[in-house]
């Protein structure tokens, strides 16, 4: 199966910085990569889907790029709803898989 | 508008079975997979298995490969996964999530406990 490695593990910075996450895959999928976003109690929510498409309704500050292997989740610009946990998953192959996540948290 | 709403939670022992159904309205049940994911308690998401609602096509974790069963009702727009020989890493919020290149719309989650 293909693994999804995400760094950092943990990402520390305060509202207005610019956050960037990264998601690598263990084979090449092209760009079939989703991102999410969980906040505490809550189920996921969908932010991006073939690495650049925002889905409906994301704000314009969450942005993802990359192909191949090497993925990143840029945020431009933090607001305090933001801080969360964010995954991404692959969907090139079956089994489908996420990686173990981001957790961006206030510093 | 599109939702997806599930059973209630439960607590199970180990080696027994649990259902768990998901019942999507708002859209045409057939047109979007179901996908299901959990979550063990302060972990991260784990894929569990996705049926394809047009055929029944199903595709599923190594780590429940083989205890573990997708269904669908088209009559109803409900999905269902059963989970047979719980263990107690088991223990998890499930969601079921409408799916087509990732999930759009999720389930609010079903907390399933096996405990002895």
């Known amino acids: 199966e293909i693994v999804l490695t995400q760094s950092p593990a943990t990402l520390s910075l305060s509202p207005g910085e610019r956050a960037t996450l990264s998601c690598r895959a263990s084979?090449?999928?092209?760009?079939?990569l989703a991102w999410y976003q969980q906040r505490p109690g809550q189920a996921p929510r969908l932010l991006i889907s073939?690495?650049?498409n925002r889905d409906t309704g994301i704000p314009a500050r969450f942005s993802g790029r990359g192909s191949g292997t090497d993925f990143t989740l840029t945020i431009s610009s933090l607001e305090p709803e933001d801080f969360a946990v964010y995954y991404c998953?692959?969907?090139?192959?079956?089994?489908?898989?996420f990686g173990g996540g981001t957790r961006v948290e206030m510093k | 508008q599109v939702q997806l709403e599930q059973s209630g939670a439960e607590v199970k022992r180990p080696g027994a079975s649990v259902r768990v159904s998901c019942k999507a309205s708002?859209?045409?049940?057939?047109?979007?997979?179901i996908s299901w994911v959990r979550q063990a308690p302060g972990q991260g998401l784990e894929w569990v298995g996705f049926?394809?609602?047009?055929?029944?096509?199903?595709h599923f974790a190594e780590s429940v490969q083989g205890r573990v069963t997708l269904t669908t009702d088209t009559s109803t727009s409900t999905a269902y996964m059963e989970l047979r020989s719980l263990r107690s890493d088991d223990t998890a919020v499930y969601y079921c999530?409408?799916?087509?290149?990732?999930?759009?719309?999720w389930g609010q989650g079903t907390l399933v406990t096996v405990s002895s």
């Open positions: 708002g859209y045409t049940f057939t047109t979007y997979g």
């Open positions: 084979q090449t999928i092209s760009n079939f």
């Open positions: 999530s409408r799916y087509r290149v990732a999930s759009d719309y």
């Open positions: 049926i394809a609602t047009h055929n029944g096509n199903t």
């Open positions: 998953q692959q969907r090139s192959n079956w089994p489908l898989t």
């Open positions: 073939d690495a650049s």
